[in-house]
């Protein structure tokens, strides 16, 4: 799909379009619940300060670096406190606002960002979720002005031009509360991933360089040439001819770190172009793919078939050696350690065919692999469990968030807590 390239991934063309103001709300500018609120600090040479950024998509205000006051060049800075609401004026297109955590109370920015309090009818948590939508993003680009969408400058006085339907504060306050809870939830999937991630790699470790053996398996790994386990082939260096329609070409920009293949980004060839290039490699489920160019060390498992491969070397099986096995070898960095070697001090990350195949592995008996696979496996399947309650849990939250940031669902402000 084709996409406009005057516009950030988070913003759809076209003029916002507010829905209609639910009964109750107020349908008027944010200048009327924000309270713009610089306050500036003079510089001690020998103090020392925390200077925040912004992370874009909405990712969160985090300290940025940590100074003498005699080291900082711009020396109109500006404190912040926490609960304050940031808004990078250069990256505000981007999705660059947060709110203010407290371990960051007292920090500094320059007068690159904009930083409000709430006045007395507003809530700051509400207006966090509120960032998050499809129409805040697009007031903030049309509020901003620049020819390149990296040095768009935003313009707050244009910005408080546009209305916003604004519950009353109760309400804001409830939304606030339900959508938290949601995000505790998706905070703890996203821990659980980050441990059973890390549990995984300390895995690898240990059973890929024979630090823990499983009961039976005592004899040595042998140490062979990948040549001598694997038949490694490579795909096409020529550049055929791209058409709208066809079969993907895959090259080394299509390795994901995540051990996937981006098939969004893929361009396609002829049917006569994928079966001569198809004769070379013979593309199979359950080979391994690694790129040569660009991203060496990330490989992938074949899924489907009827691709063709560019600068992508083709691992495939032989007696002896489980490709299951393998991509859980080269994706532990044990081959990446050597790639860096032979590539010392070059320019150009790329990887010979038959640098490739004279790489050294460390290789178990059939049956240890066998064991070590369905280990390692399992741990997979755990982490992919994981990513697809988070997946499930961030869709429900958006859908969640456009009902009720429109007030197309209403919720209860008396003592109850549940979502109307």
């Known amino acids: 799909m084709a996409v406009d390239s005057k516009y950030p991934l988070s913003v759809k063309a076209g003029k916002p379009i507010l829905s209609e103001c639910p009964n109750g709300w107020k349908k008027e500018s944010l200048h009327n619940y924000l309270e713009l609120v610089?306050?500036?600090?003079?510089?001690?040479?020998?103090?020392?300060?925390?200077?925040?950024?912004?992370?874009?998509?909405?990712?969160?205000?985090?300290?940025?670096?940590?100074?003498?006051?005699?080291q900082i060049l711009v020396k109109s800075q500006f404190e912040v406190k926490t609960g304050d609401f940031v808004i990078s004026k250069r990256q505000i297109v981007h999705g660059a606002c947060g709110l203010v955590p407290e371990e960051l109370d007292g920090s500094i920015v320059s007068n690159e960002y904009s930083v409000f309090q709430a006045r007395p009818n507003f809530n700051l948590t509400y207006f966090k979720y509120l960032s998050e939508t499809l129409y805040f993003q697009q007031t903030c680009f049309h509020s901003s002005i620049g020819v390149h969408i990296e040095k768009m400058i935003f313009k707050l006085d244009d910005w408080f031009k546009w209305?916003?339907?604004?519950?009353?504060?109760?309400?804001?306050?409830?939304?606030?509360?339900?959508?938290?809870?949601?995000?505790?939830?998706?905070?703890?999937?996203?821990?659980?991933?980050?441990?059973?991630?890390?549990?995984?790699?300390?895995?690898?470790?240990?059973?890929?360089?024979?630090?823990?053996?499983?009961?039976?398996?005592?004899?040595?790994?042998?140490?062979?040439k990948m040549k001598d386990v694997s038949d490694v082939r490579d795909g096409t260096h020529d550049s055929p001819q791209f058409i709208e329609k066809g079969y993907p070409l895959i090259t080394s920009k299509n390795?994901?770190?995540?051990?996937?293949?981006?098939?969004?980004?893929?361009?396609?060839?002829?049917?006569?172009?994928?079966?001569?290039?198809?004769?070379?490699?013979?593309?199979?489920?359950?080979?391994?793919?690694?790129?040569?160019?660009?991203?060496?060390?990330?490989?992938?498992?074949?899924?489907?078939?009827?691709?063709?491969?560019?600068?992508?070397?083709?691992i495939k099986e032989k007696k002896g050696m489980l490709n299951s096995f393998l991509i859980y070898y080269i994706a532990s960095g044990f081959?990446?350690?050597?790639?860096h070697r032979l590539n010392a001090g070059g320019t150009q990350k790329f990887i010979a065919l038959g640098v490739l195949r004279n790489l050294r592995v460390q290789v178990p008996d059939i049956e240890e692999q066998q064991?070590?696979?369905?280990?390692?496996?399992?741990?997979?399947?755990?982490?992919?469990?994981?990513?697809?309650?988070?997946?499930?849990?961030?869709?429900?939250?958006?859908?969640?968030?456009?009902?009720?940031?429109?007030?197309?669902?209403?919720?209860?402000?008396?003592?109850?807590?549940?979502?109307?």
């Open 38 to 70: 610089p306050r500036k600090v003079q510089l001690e040479n020998d103090k020392e300060y925390d200077l925040l950024t912004v992370k874009r998509s909405r990712r969160g205000v985090v300290r940025r670096e940590h100074l003498l006051g005699s």
């Open 371 to 420: 064991k070590i696979v369905s280990v390692l496996s399992a741990a997979d399947q755990e982490i992919d469990t994981l990513q697809q309650k988070l997946t499930h849990l961030k869709q429900e939250k958006k859908a969640l968030m456009q009902q009720l940031l429109t007030g197309k669902r209403r919720v209860k402000v008396d003592n109850e807590t549940e979502a109307a």
């Open 335 to 339: 081959v990446d350690r050597q790639f």
């Open 255 to 314: 390795l994901l770190k995540s051990g996937e293949l981006d098939l969004e980004n893929v361009k396609f060839i002829s049917h006569d172009d994928y079966i001569q290039i198809n004769k070379r490699s013979n593309v199979k489920v359950g080979d391994i793919l690694f790129g040569m160019i660009g991203t060496i060390g990330t490989p992938v498992r074949v899924k489907l078939e009827d691709y063709a491969i560019k600068n992508v070397a083709l």
């Open 163 to 224: 209305n916003f339907n604004t519950p009353p504060l109760p309400e804001q306050q409830k939304i606030s509360q339900i959508l938290n809870t949601w995000d505790k939830a998706i905070s703890t999937t996203e821990s659980l991933i980050a441990n059973s991630q890390q549990q995984k790699k300390s895995l690898m470790q240990q059973l890929l360089t024979c630090k823990k053996r499983f009961a039976g398996f005592e004899k040595k790994w042998a140490e062979v």
